[in-house]
């Protein structure tokens, strides 16, 4: 289903978005391969294990001063339920990024378990191998997850572009955005955790609805970034050009686009208890897995169909004040 430019302006149909969605990916099956292949392998592949490496680090805690005396089983407490949690990581889950990259089921699974058996595991030693390690996860899921999306805006509307060239540039600016976003967070919530700390100093209770309000602001703020990566997707745009655009977008249409975050969230997560239920030595899970790359990769189908209605709509909205003033 090619989505075009002419189409009458109307404002965003949560429900049609959705349809056309599902029925992108329906008459496109193919496009869930690559999340079907990153939760197979890491169901089945290599393992890397980094509690060894943290370990030591983690038997200090008892060590720490003041955790003597009374405070001393709360420590110890504390260290088994670092130990248990380091135990159960594996390294490969970094192929999941965020904000962009493959949907995986298995990111939610216990790891080193599959039907047959235990996978081969190799445990990081040093602190080179486990930065160099998950560097190569991390670049490659952000390759992987830019791929993903480009086949599928592809299926949406495409700018008949060269498609490795867009595909790298798309790339480099999904490596940035994080990092954009990680400063942006950063700018926000330092003067505001400032300033919950005084005022908690001088009154918990009116502390504690500051917090309240500044990560209501926090998230107002986030929320209209939403659509950053569909600009550089779709429209080709570089990250900053994406991230305006997507601000114009949500702020005339905040309203139905929180109704459309909300709506999809629920679909995804509430099918993800049917999908999470059978073990990870259980054959069922294929079915979950499956399943779960179908939904999810028809919500993010949907959600380019909801930004091209919505953009259009922003835009007609813009060029009427413009034309009235």
Same mark, same amino acid.
């Given at each position: 289903?090619?989505?075009?430019?002419? *189409?009458?302006?109307?404002?965003?149909?949560?429900i049609?978005?959705?349809?056309? &969605?599902?029925?992108?990916?329906? !008459?496109?099956?193919?496009?869930?391969?690559?999340?079907?292949?990153?939760d /197979?392998?890491?169901?089945?592949?290599?393992?890397?294990?980094?509690?060894?490496?943290?370990?030591?680090?983690?038997?200090?805690?008892?060590?720490?001063?003041?955790?003597?005396?009374?405070?001393?089983?709360?420590?110890?407490?504390? =260290?088994?339920?670092?130990?248990?949690?380091?135990?159960?990581?594996?390294?490969?889950?970094?192929?999941?990024?965020?904000?962009?990259g493959?949907?995986? $089921?298995?990111?939610?699974?216990? *790891?080193?378990?599959?039907?047959?058996?235990?996978?081969?595991?190799?445990?990081?030693?040093?602190?080179?191998?486990?930065? @160099?390690?998950? %560097?190569?996860?991390v670049?490659?899921?952000?390759f992987?997850?830019? %791929?993903?999306? =480009?086949?599928? *805006?592809?299926? @949406?509307?495409? /700018?008949?572009?060269?498609?490795?060239?867009?595909?790298?540039?798309?790339? @480099?600016?999904?490596?940035?955005?994080?990092?954009? $976003?990680?400063?942006?967070?950063?700018? /926000?919530?330092?003067p505001?955790?400032f300033?919950?700390?005084?005022?908690?100093?001088?009154?918990?209770?009116?502390? #504690?609805?500051?917090?309240?309000?500044?990560?209501?602001?926090?998230?107002?703020?986030?929320?209209?970034?939403?659509?950053?990566?569909?600009?550089?997707? $779709?429209?080709?745009? !570089?990250?900053?050009?994406?991230?305006?655009?997507?601000?114009?977008?949500?702020?005339?249409?905040?309203?139905?686009?929180?109704?459309?975050?909300?709506?999809?969230?629920?679909?995804?997560?509430? $099918? !993800?208890? /049917?999908?999470?239920?059978?073990?990870?030595?259980?054959?069922?899970?294929?079915? &979950?897995?499956l399943?779960?790359?179908f939904?999810?990769?028809?919500?993010?189908?949907?959600?380019?169909?909801?930004?091209?209605?919505?953009?259009?709509f922003?835009?007609?909205? @813009?060029n009427?004040?413009? #034309?009235?003033?």
């Amino acid at each position: 289903m090619k989505a075009s430019l002419n *189409s009458k302006f109307k404002p965003p149909s949560i429900i049609q978005a959705l349809i056309a &969605g599902f029925n992108t990916i329906a !008459n496109k099956p193919n496009l869930i391969l690559i999340p079907i292949f990153l939760d /197979l392998f890491l169901w089945f592949g290599p393992s890397w294990r980094i509690d060894h490496l943290f370990n030591p680090l983690v038997q200090s805690i008892t060590q720490i001063p003041g955790s003597k005396g009374e405070l001393l089983p709360f420590f110890e407490n504390y =260290q088994v339920l670092l130990q248990e949690s380091l135990a159960e990581i594996n390294l490969a889950f970094s192929l999941r990024t965020l904000p962009i990259g493959v949907p995986s $089921l298995m990111v939610s699974k216990p *790891s080193f378990l599959n039907p047959l058996g235990h996978p081969m595991t190799f445990s990081l030693e040093t602190s080179f191998q486990f930065l @160099i390690t998950w %560097l190569l996860f991390v670049l490659a899921g952000f390759f992987l997850g830019s %791929l993903y999306f =480009q086949n599928i *805006s592809k299926q @949406i509307f495409s /700018l008949n572009q060269d498609s490795f060239k867009s595909l790298l540039k798309s790339f @480099i600016q999904i490596v940035l955005m994080p990092i954009i $976003l990680l400063i942006i967070m950063a700018v /926000l919530t330092i003067p505001l955790a400032f300033l919950v700390t005084l005022v908690t100093l001088l009154s918990p209770a009116i502390g #504690q609805f500051i917090l309240t309000l500044s990560m209501i602001f926090i998230l107002w703020a986030i929320v209209p970034l939403a659509f950053t990566p569909h600009g550089i997707f $779709l429209y080709k745009q !570089n990250l900053i050009a994406a991230m305006i655009t997507s601000i114009k977008v949500v702020r005339i249409s905040m309203g139905k686009t929180i109704w459309f975050f909300l709506a999809s969230y629920l679909m995804v997560e509430g $099918l !993800n208890y /049917l999908w999470r239920s059978p073990h990870v030595d259980n054959w069922f899970l294929l079915i &979950g897995i499956l399943g779960h790359a179908f939904i999810v990769s028809a919500v993010i189908a949907a959600s380019f169909h909801y930004f091209i209605a919505a953009t259009e709509f922003s835009q007609s909205i @813009i060029n009427q004040n413009l #034309q009235s003033q």
